[in-house]
């Protein structure tokens, strides 16, 4: 669903321009995020390894007769605010918080409209491959993407019109969630300075802060753990869409689920013992919730959830075992050997 809210821009001339993205839809697989006024983002509930395979695309229009109207609308409403079609184009960028990542998938200038195809795909094809951007390499977090019609050429400035490279014109907001990212770590790079302020070895590559957040207790109204990683590790990561980039994010995904069973066991043993009380349902909104979701698989049952969190008090090496078939960091290492080996 899209979080977009109507913003009025300080233009004038160019209303026929501001809501032309407002029929685009976001597939995610055969999940649908409709564009503007719907309020609602998409939350799926995958394995890592189903996420990072599912297509990405953005539909502009729901048929060719409505895409055809489109067309025409944004070059009409172009020369009616006395704007060149070769000044502006359509971009799309894709975000994820969770890696900071931002990354343009898709543009085309709009003299290209012709061209345009109603449906455009956000994965790349490289070498008969699909390549997907670093936005989109996160399954435990998700991403955002944003689609603009935006000024591509500048222009003479005057009163109440767009003149600046880059000021947009019309943008439609989609967001796909994981039930993983329903409440989780916020990643902090991990430099120098953060070192020495948490007494860390200098070589330390990954730190877990739980503060005072109960991974029993909703994650909602909880400061959230922070996870720190090593900054120039972030920086190649963010660089790189690589076999080894994409092994190392999801071993960072099982690490963060890896740093939840090791808090939940210390609060187990710490706690006056209600901890071992607790279904399911009583946790499901919690950092544990969403772990259990995780090793249990999507569609699991009530029943075989309160199995799993059973596991996680009296046979965690269990859920660790269930959690790294989940997320598959193996396929990805051995991956990693079959690019070397080509």
């Given at each position: 669903m899209s979080t977009e809210t109507r913003t009025v821009r300080p233009f004038v001339g160019v209303e026929g321009l501001e809501d032309a993205l407002e029929g685009s839809v976001l597939h995610f697989g055969l999940d649908r995020c409709p564009g503007a006024g719907d309020n609602r983002d998409i939350l799926v509930d995958l394995l890592p390894e189903e996420f990072l395979r599912r297509s990405i695309s953005l539909e502009w229009a729901p048929d060719d007769e409505a895409f055809s109207v489109l067309k025409k609308q944004m070059a009409k409403s172009a020369e009616e605010a006395g704007i060149k079609l070769a000044a502006l184009s359509l971009w799309v960028i894709a975000e994820n918080a969770y890696m900071k990542h931002s990354d343009p998938v898709f543009k085309c200038s709009l003299d290209k409209l012709k061209t345009l195809e109603r449906k455009v795909d956000l994965v790349d094809l490289i070498d008969g491959n699909k390549a997907r951007a670093p936005a989109f390499l996160c399954p435990s977090s998700g991403f955002r993407v944003t689609?603009?019609?935006?000024?591509?050429?500048?222009r003479k400035r005057t009163p109440l019109s767009p003149h600046l490279i880059g000021t947009w014109l019309a943008k439609s907001k989609f967001g796909v969630h994981t039930s993983a990212s329903q409440g989780g770590f916020s990643m902090t790079p991990l430099t120098k300075e953060e070192r020495e302020k948490l007494g860390l070895p200098k070589q330390?590559?990954?730190?877990?802060?739980?503060?005072?957040?109960?991974?029993?207790?909703?994650?909602?109204?909880?400061?959230?753990?922070?996870f720190y990683v090593d900054d120039s590790l972030l920086s190649q990561l963010q660089a790189h869409k690589t076999p080894p980039s994409e092994a190392i994010q999801l071993q960072?995904?099982?690490?963060?689920?890896?740093?939840?069973?090791r808090q939940a066991l210390v609060e187990i043993n710490s706690g006056d013992g209600g901890e071992r009380d607790r279904n399911y349902d009583d946790v499901k909104t919690s950092l544990v919730g969403g772990l259990i979701r995780a090793a249990?698989?999507?569609?699991?049952?009530?029943?075989?959830?309160?199995?799993?969190?059973?596991?996680l008090r009296d046979q965690p090496e269990k859920v660790i075992?269930?959690?790294?078939?989940?997320?598959?960091?193996?396929?990805?290492?051995?991956?990693?050997?079959?690019?070397?080996?080509?």
């Open positions: 689609a603009y019609i935006l000024l591509s050429q500048p330390t590559m990954r730190f877990f802060e739980f503060g005072d957040h109960n991974v029993f207790e909703p994650h909602s109204g909880q400061n959230p753990p922070l960072l995904a099982l690490d963060m689920q890896l740093a939840i069973i249990a698989g999507p569609g699991a049952t009530g029943k075989a959830r309160d199995i799993w969190l059973e596991h075992a269930g959690l790294e078939d989940r997320i598959n960091v193996r396929k990805s290492i051995l991956g990693m050997f079959a690019e070397d080996a080509s």
